[in-house]
């Protein structure tokens, strides 16, 4: 169930933003980690919590400080992080969220996607939809175009 969470954070990102310069690859990291949080619950939990997406945040601000190329090239993943927890729901988990400050105890957290399994497939269904769309939209069915992808990260939209 990794689909939605790709496709949603490539296109918000692409229409936010606009940046032909944007480096989606770990964008694309940042919206998958928090998928094991959302298969195992418990302590796995944590990849979709503020808190985690806050320190990530943290780190790659102050490794990136003077470094600007750096930091626009790994910016992607604690938005990334982000993002999942928009499209995936995981604020309906006040006690997921807000880790640690509604409590320290994680082990007996749900696991949301066992829990939202029909809504899950739903969304993975519109996800391959829009991942479709956006294939022919950015040419990535064209092998040049993913290997430009692929060594880049950037993403031509016309």
Do not use: Q
């Not at 943290?58 to 993943?77: A, D, F, H, Q």
């Not at 807000?98 to 269904?125: F, K, Q």
């Amino acid at each position: 169930m990794v689909i939605w969470f790709v496709i949603t954070a490539v296109l918000t990102i692409h229409f936010v933003f606009r940046d032909p310069a944007f480096d989606y690859r770990l964008l694309i990291v940042g919206s998958v980690i928090p998928v094991v949080g959302d298969i195992s619950g418990g302590w796995g939990s944590v990849l979709n919590t503020m808190g985690f997406a806050v320190v990530v945040l943290g780190i790659v601000m102050v490794g990136s400080i003077g470094k600007r190329e750096r930091r626009r090239r790994t910016l992607g993943l604690p938005i990334g992080l982000l993002l999942h927890m928009v499209f995936g729901g995981a604020w309906s988990s006040v006690d997921i969220f807000w880790w640690p400050v509604s409590g320290l105890n994680l082990g007996d957290a749900p696991a949301l996607l066992r829990e939202h399994w029909t809504s899950a497939i739903a969304r993975e269904a519109i996800g391959i939809a829009c991942a479709l769309w956006m294939m022919r939209r950015t040419n990535l069915l064209n092998p040049d175009a993913r290997r430009t992808f692929k060594e880049s990260g950037k993403l031509h939209f016309p």
